[in-house]
């Protein structure tokens, strides 16, 4: 079966440092999504991306946040310069064409920010 | 804006008995989705059940099954004959017809007791 995958699943950064988070979508779709969890926490929407564009962004997604796809197979959300309350569990989702698609999740990366 | 409310943070059951979690949310439009998505200790969302707002029937799927009620604004989730795999958070999500993201309720912990 297919499914979203995301690397690494854990990563530690000062803060300061900028962070790449790697995400392998499904091949055949078409919007993508990343989620933010603080730990214990709700899910919150960050960004999705549909046709090499953002096409809707929370206010948490700030100027220090960007996300790309470089190649047509990766997903990638990038943290400029990370701040102690970036540390949460990031999950990318992906979902095919169609406005009832269901949204695929990959396990998540961990980032914490020291 | 639309805003998912789970009120329930906590809550346990037997085995074998029934359960259900509630759901709420606020939104002046009228197509939309609604969806339960469980995240247990892995981490990984995976989409439990899904009701499309134009339709009547209340959708089920195995022990699984809501109860929409689209006047009130309300979804909740109901689980039969609970199993010990079934200990998760579970998070309500909603997403509009023509809009891409998706929003989440705070989540509830089910913890199925032996």
């Known amino acids: 079966e297919p499914e979203v995958t995301q690397t690494p699943s854990h990563q530690v950064t000062q803060m300061g440092q900028e962070v790449i988070l790697r995400c392998v979508p499904i091949s055949n779709h078409l919007y993508f999504y990343w989620y933010r969890q603080i730990l214990g926490q709700k899910v919150e929407f960050l960004v999705s991306f549909y046709n090499n564009e953002i096409s809707e962004k929370s206010e948490i997604f700030d100027d220090q946040f960007s996300v790309e796809r470089p190649d047509g197979s990766n997903f990638t959300l990038k943290i400029r310069s990370t701040k102690l309350e970036d540390s949460a569990m990031y999950f990318c989702a992906s979902r095919g064409q169609g406005a009832d698609t269901e949204a695929f999740f990959g396990q998540g990366t961990r980032l914490t920010v020291v | ?114």
């Open chain 2, 1 to 114: 804006a639309q805003t998912v409310t789970q009120s329930q943070p906590e809550m346990s059951v037997q085995e074998a008995e029934t359960v259900t979690l509630s759901c709420t949310y606020d939104t002046s439009e009228n197509n939309y989705y609604l969806f339960w998505y469980k995240q247990p200790p892995s981490r990984q969302m995976i989409l439990v059940i899904r009701q499309e707002a134009y339709k009547q029937q209340n959708a089920t799927e195995n022990r699984f099954s809501v109860n929409f009620q689209k006047a009130a604004k309300s979804f909740s989730l109901k689980i039969s004959d609970s199993q010990l795999g079934d200990t998760a958070m579970y998070f309500c999500a909603f997403k509009l017809y023509n809009n891409n993201d998706m929003r989440f309720g705070a989540g509830t912990r089910l913890t199925v007791k032996p």
